[in-house]
């Protein structure tokens, strides 16, 4: 069965320090996103990207935060300049974007990311 | 945030029996509703979904009631399974015509064998 894949499954920075978290979206999906968990927290929106650009971001996804499709297979977080708030669960998804807005989202098995 | 409130952190069920959990919106534009079943690390799996036009989902073991006047969802499993024992999370879209999800906090369930 077809399923998101990422990478690193844990990343361990310096505050200051620049990341990029990698996944691999579902191969005929055209719709991905990132989501973040903050331990004991809820699974939070960062940002939908559909066509080469972003569809959709929350006010968490500031300018310290970008999105790209380097290539046709993979999508990557980058953030500039990690921060100690920055420590989470990074889920990437994505879903089939048949442009039915109930296409179900498919979660991989997220980055965790430790900001020393 | 609190549009999507999961107001039982826990629930523990007898091996066999039905499991009820639940799920509460605020946010009356939301038409489009899922449970996932998440392990501990790894990601929210897809469980099961339903639309606003609907009242009610079956797959397998488990249904999902939607209640839009009283703005409630939940989740049955029946018959529980140990393997069921997960954190299970709700999600919501639809607001404003967005796509992104927007999550409870979580309902820890415990299977008892």
């Known amino acids: 069965e077809p399923e998101v894949t990422q990478t690193p499954s844990h990343q361990v920075t310096q505050m200051g320090q620049e990341v990029i978290l990698r996944c691999v979206p579902i191969?005929?999906?055209?719709?991905f996103y990132w989501y973040r968990q903050i331990l004991g927290q809820k699974v939070e929106f960062l940002v939908s990207?559909?066509?080469?650009?972003?569809?959709?971001k929350s006010e968490i996804f500031d300018d310290q935060f970008s999105v790209e499709r380097p290539d046709g297979s993979n999508f990557t977080l980058k953030i500039r300049s990690t921060k100690l708030e920055d420590s989470a669960m990074y889920f990437c998804?994505?879903?089939?974007?048949?442009?039915?807005?109930?296409?179900?989202?498919?979660f991989g098995p997220g980055t965790r990311l430790t900001v020393l | 945030d609190q549009q999507v409130k999961q107001n039982s952190p826990s629930l523990s069920v007898q091996e066999g029996r039905i499991s009820i959990l639940n799920c509460d919106y605020t946010n009356s534009m939301f038409d489009y509703f899922l449970w996932y079943k998440k392990y501990p690390a790894e990601g929210p799996t897809f469980l099961i979904s339903i639309s606003s036009i609907k009242d009610k989902n079956e797959d397998g073991r488990f249904t999902v009631f939607l209640n839009k006047s009283a703005k409630h969802l939940s989740l049955h499993i029946v018959p529980s399974q140990p393997g069921d024992s997960a954190v299970y999370f709700c999600a919501a879209s639809g607001a404003s015509g967005t796509y992104k999800y927007i999550f409870g906090t979580g309902t820890r369930l415990k299977v008892l064998a």
């Open positions: 990207f559909y066509n080469n650009e972003i569809s959709e």
């Open positions: 998804a994505s879903s089939e974007g048949s442009g039915v807005r109930t296409d179900t989202q498919y």
């Open positions: 191969s005929n999906h055209l719709y």
